[in-house]
């Protein structure tokens, strides 16, 4: 499954909060609050129960339940709220939901979190998609560190444009590519060092300049998937003197 097809398939799993007995004003300050997330609000109201309370669900599967209080309280943590522990019950349960506006801004600020990861955890493999290797010049100092971590195996995709700015140093790995997909895309995917627990990834496509659509999870399955297409795809490193053709 390449990267398009992965952005589609979460898309397709459409999230909705229903907020029951809601006091007025609340739907509309949730929606501002997920203004950028592709999340259904709905309001219900019940004879017995309490009010403001919420219930996420997937078509006719309940996923989670909270106080709206809880869900409108602000984020613990670095912005834009990536880590887990900065989410409580039906934050949760929104990995995998899509963001469908982001910024430059805030998607270097969700890389960072899963950057930071790795680097705390020192091994495993983390690989990182940044279009161009233009883009990437702007962070090669970053990854040079990263790489140089432990035990750490740090992977670079981009296309070439801009090679001739990439300093000669061994590592990272570059994995230079031709495919509409790299050139369109913008990830971070780190493998936990085999740890389901502590695996996590941001995907998304700039579908307009600067705007980007996509999602982050910490689903180990979706995290292998998105490895493992690369790992498949991309697997003849720039070392190599060629550059990968696939997606």
Request: glycine fraction near 6%; proline fraction near 5%.
């Given at each position: 499954?390449?990267?398009?097809?992965?952005?589609?398939?979460?898309?397709?799993?459409?999230?909705?909060?229903?907020?029951?007995?809601?006091?007025?004003?609340?739907?509309?300050?949730?929606?501002?609050?997920?203004?950028?997330?592709?999340?259904?609000?709905?309001?219900?109201?019940?004879?017995?129960?309490?009010?403001?309370?919420?219930?996420?669900?997937?078509?006719?599967?309940?996923?989670?339940?909270?106080?709206v209080?809880?869900?409108?309280?602000?984020?613990?943590?670095?912005?834009?709220?990536?880590t887990?522990?900065?989410?409580?019950?039906?934050?949760?349960?929104?990995?995998?939901?899509?963001?469908?506006?982001?910024?430059?801004?805030?998607?270097?600020?969700?890389?960072?979190?899963?950057?930071?990861?790795?680097?705390?955890?020192?091994?495993?493999?983390?690989?990182?998609?940044?279009?161009?290797?233009a883009?990437?010049?702007?962070?090669?100092?970053?990854?040079?560190?990263?790489?140089?971590?432990?035990e750490?195996?740090?992977?670079?995709?981009?296309?070439?444009?801009g090679?001739?700015?990439?300093?000669?140093?061994p590592?990272?790995?570059?994995h230079?590519?031709?495919?509409?997909?790299?050139?369109?895309?913008?990830?971070?995917?780190?493998?936990?060092?085999?740890?389901?627990?502590?695996?996590?990834?941001?995907?998304?496509?700039?579908?307009?300049?600067?705007?980007?659509?996509?999602?982050?999870?910490?689903?180990?399955?979706?995290?292998?998937?998105l490895?493992?297409?690369?790992?498949?795809?991309?697997?003849?490193?720039?070392?190599?003197?060629?550059?990968?053709?696939?997606?």
């Amino acid at each position: 499954m390449g990267l398009f097809e992965l952005i589609a398939a979460v898309d397709a799993a459409e999230k909705t909060l229903t907020v029951f007995n809601p006091e007025a004003g609340v739907p509309a300050a949730l929606r501002d609050h997920f203004a950028d997330r592709n999340l259904r609000i709905e309001r219900a109201d019940a004879a017995a129960g309490p009010s403001n309370y919420a219930v996420l669900s997937r078509d006719d599967e309940f996923l989670a339940a909270i106080d709206v209080s809880d869900v409108l309280a602000p984020a613990r943590g670095v912005e834009p709220g990536f880590t887990p522990e900065t989410y409580e019950a039906v934050l949760d349960e929104l990995d995998e939901t899509m963001f469908t506006s982001y910024d430059t801004e805030r998607m270097i600020a969700a890389s960072k979190e899963i950057e930071d990861r790795a680097w705390r955890s020192a091994a495993g493999e983390l690989h990182a998609g940044f279009q161009t290797c233009a883009r990437f010049a702007s962070q090669a100092d970053v990854y040079d560190h990263l790489a140089d971590r432990g035990e750490l195996d740090v992977h670079v995709y981009a296309r070439p444009e801009g090679r001739d700015a990439l300093s000669p140093s061994p590592e990272p790995t570059f994995h230079l590519s031709t495919a509409t997909e790299i050139r369109d895309s913008w990830f971070v995917a780190y493998d936990g060092d085999g740890l389901d627990a502590a695996k996590c990834a941001l995907l998304a496509e700039e579908r307009q300049e600067g705007s980007f659509y996509g999602f982050w999870t910490y689903d180990p399955g979706t995290v292998d998937d998105l490895l493992d297409h690369l790992r498949s795809t991309y697997a003849v490193p720039e070392a190599d003197g060629t550059a990968a053709d696939g997606g």
